[in-house]
């Protein structure tokens, strides 16, 4: 199957300009949405400009539309841990830059497709992620990503040559580059990169380690 051949009659939606340069995508989880603000500052500071907000945090879709304004067309503000279909779409209705679910949920992925918004469906299994690359998913979200390591995406380019891939969950900082070189098309992180942030720890260092991860990978890219 051909990048662009997809189960709807949509055309799959294509990953940001700002998702191919930078390669990496900041996960946030907090009590509130209200304290996304300087958390999103001190990772766009390190260079890190793909933000997913999480729907298991408090006020993220009230949010959204006040992030989205602040922080500008630099910025790339997505939402996670969609896992209905109205949760797709009051994300979209909100602004959403683009969707993640840790699930294949063949409607979620169609609504996205459907309105042209990039939607990377979760998936484990080759069963689970083929399903939601035919769907239609500008990625596959290869969740839990540290229960199988790098290696397993070159097992899944055998049957499935032109799928993508984006592995999440306990991916470390140093490991981000494995990831890269394995042919992910970009690395999800949470608490490894953002650390005690949301606990009063230091931003500063948040900026640091935003740094550091994307020049990790941009070092790999450009070795490639």
């Known amino acids: 199957m051909s990048p662009n051949s997809v189960e709807t ?40 400009l793909s933000i997913e907000l ?15 304004a602040e922080f500008g067309p630099v910025v790339e ?4 841990t969609v896992t209905t279909v109205d949760q797709a779409h009051a994300a979209m209705e909100a602004g959403a830059d683009y969707l993640v ?20 469906p979760g998936g484990l299994t080759p069963t689970e992620l083929h399903k939601g690359w035919t769907l239609g998913g500008t990625a596959v979200k290869l969740f839990p990503a540290s229960t199988v390591g790098p290696a397993y995406i ?13 592995p999440s969950g306990g991916i470390a900082i140093d490991d981000a580059p494995a990831w890269i ?18 606990k009063g720890g230091s931003l500063a260092r948040l900026t640091e380690r935003a ?6 990978v941009d070092e790999t890219g450009s070795a490639k």
């Open 211 to 216: 740094r550091l991860v994307r020049r990790l």
């Open 77 to 80: 503000i997505g939402v996670g």
């Open 54 to 68: 999480t729907l298991s945090t408090d006020g993220v879709i009230n949010e959204l539309p006040r992030l989205r």
């Open 181 to 198: 070189r394995a042919g992910a098309l970009a690395v999800s992180l949470g608490g490894p990169l953002i650390g005690d942030a949301f």
């Open 154 to 166: 070159a097992q899944l380019r055998g049957p499935f040559p032109d799928i993508a891939v984006v």
């Open 9 to 48: 009659h949509f055309p799959r939606p294509a990953p940001s300009n700002i998702l191919l340069q930078t390669r990496v995508v900041a996960v946030l989880r907090a009590q509130h949405a209200r304290e996304y603000n300087p958390v999103i500052q001190a990772l766009v500071d390190g260079g890190v």
């Open 101 to 120: 679910t840790p699930i294949t949920d063949p409607e979620i992925v169609k609504a996205a497709v459907k309105r042209g918004i990039p939607i990377f």
